[in-house]
T-cell receptor, first 116, second 113 residues
Framework: GAGVSQSPRYKVAKRGQDVALRCDPI?????LFWYQQALGQGPEFLTYFQNEAQLDKSGLPSDRFFAERPEGSVSTLKIQRTQQEDSAVYLC??????????????FGDGTRLSIL | DAKTTQPPSMDCAEGRAANLPCNHS???????VYWYRQIHSQGPQYIIH???NNETNEMASLIITEDRKSSTLILPHATLRDTAVYYCIVRVATWGSQGNLIFGKGTKLSVKP
């Protein structure tokens, strides 16, 4: 079946522009996670949704980062007034059940964001 | 901080078994051991996970020591396509816990012809 889909795959923006990154999770998956991966590093947690509720946003690096999942399916990560340090790969993952519950997370291939 | 320790890199000959070690000496009783891998320019791919018992699936085997302080991921017949960074992660798995993954630096496995 279809996996987690992210778009765009690549995004180039000028410093100061706003960007929006989209994640289509696996159909029926309750939990959705966003991660940020800097070059040469492992992914780092940004935020977590259970259905439409954003239960944890402790990993968002600043108030310029905003995520939503209004209908409990598709999620959008928005970055306002982008800065060069925002350049990274942004990964989305979904899992079937609430929280951990012994269910693996399945990842998309990410959006590579480059800020000039 | 990641709760696991892995060697930064390993080599393996094509067709041979690849054995990737992981130390997780502070693992708690309610934490699973998960393995993911990440091939260049792709997202992390789930491989296998376990709590106490050894596990096997179509991709790999997971061997967990009796004291649960370390584990080994085994790729029985490595191919060039198995070249990737392999992440060992311990993850709380109780109902109601969030379960976000904490990645370390992983092991870069290079499978050579």
């Amino acid at each position: 079946g279809a996996g987690v889909s992210q778009s765009p795959r690549y995004k180039v923006a000028k410093r100061g522009q706003d960007v929006a990154l989209r994640c289509d999770p696996i159909s029926g998956h309750v939990s959705l996670f966003w991660y940020q991966q800097a070059l040469g590093q492992g992914p780092e947690f940004l935020t977590y949704f259970q259905n439409e509720a954003q239960l944890d946003k402790s990993g968002l690096p600043s108030d310029r980062f905003f995520a939503e999942r209004p209908e409990g399916s598709v999620s959008t990560l928005k970055i306002q007034r982008t800065q060069q340090e925002d350049s990274a790969v942004y990964l989305c993952a979904s899992s079937l059940a609430q929280g951990a519950s012994n269910q693996p997370q399945h990842f998309g291939d990410g959006t590579r964001l480059s800020i000039l | 901080d990641a709760k696991t320790t892995q060697p930064p890199s390993m080599d393996c000959a094509e067709g041979r078994a690849a054995n990737l070690p992981c130390n997780h000496s502070t693992i708690s009783g309610n934490e699973y051991v998960y393995w993911y891998r990440q091939i260049h320019s792709q997202g992390p791919q789930y491989i296998i996970h376990g709590l106490k018992n050894n596990e096997t699936n179509e991709m790999a085997s997971l061997i967990i020591t009796e004291d649960r302080k370390s584990s080994t991921l085994i790729l029985p017949h490595a191919t060039l396509r198995d070249t990737a960074v392999y992440y060992c992660i311990v993850r709380v798995a109780t109902w109601g816990s969030q379960g976000n993954l904490i990645f370390g630096k992983g092991t870069k496995l290079s499978v050579k012809p």
